[in-house]
C-alpha cells in the first residue's frame, strides 16, 4: 500500500528559495493590507471578499515559506483572480488607495511565480 506525501521542492526547486520567498513577503504584506481595511472602511460584502483574500494570501505566503510544491501554482493563479476583482471594486464600488496598491502587488505575486513556475520546469 502506497503512503501519501505531501509533495515537496525537488533539489532544484529548493536551490531558488531566495526568489521564492519574495512573492511570500510579498503575498503576506498584501494579506496585512486586505485585512486592515476592515479598520478603515464601513463593513460591506465588498469588503469582506477582501479579507477573505487577505486570508487566502496569507495562506499563500506561509506555505511559499514551507516549501509546499504547489505555491507557486496558487501564487499565480489566486492573486490574478484578486487583481481582476480589485481593479472592478476600483472602477464600480469603491475606489479607494488600497485597491490600487492592491493591483500592484497581485501583479508583482504573479509574476514572479509565473517566472518561477517557469524556471522548475526546465
Not at 506525501?5 to 486586505?34: C, G, W, Y
Not at 505566503?61 to 490574478?80: D, E, K, N, T, W
Request: hydrophobic share 50%.
Amino acid at each position: 500500500m502506497k503512503k501519501r506525501r505531501v509533495e515537496k521542492m525537488n533539489r532544484d526547486q529548493r536551490n531558488q528559495n531566495k526568489i521564492r520567498l519574495v512573492p511570500a513577503f510579498l503575498l503576506l504584506l498584501s494579506f496585512i493590507t486586505h485585512d486592515s481595511q476592515l479598520f478603515v472602511y464601513k463593513l460591506s460584502l465588498s469588503l469582506e471578499i477582501v479579507v477573505l483574500f487577505g486570508i487566502f494570501y496569507l495562506i499563500i505566503g506561509v506555505l511559499y515559506i514551507l516549501g509546499f510544491g504547489y505555491s507557486p501554482h496558487l501564487g499565480s493563479i489566486i492573486p490574478a483572480l484578486g487583481a481582476a476583482l480589485g481593479i472592478y471594486r476600483f472602477l464600480t464600488l469603491i475606489p479607494n488607495p488600497f485597491s490600487v496598491f492592491n493591483v500592484c502587488l497581485d501583479a508583482v505575486i504573479v509574476s514572479i511565480s509565473i517566472v518561477i513556475l517557469m524556471r522548475w520546469r526546465k
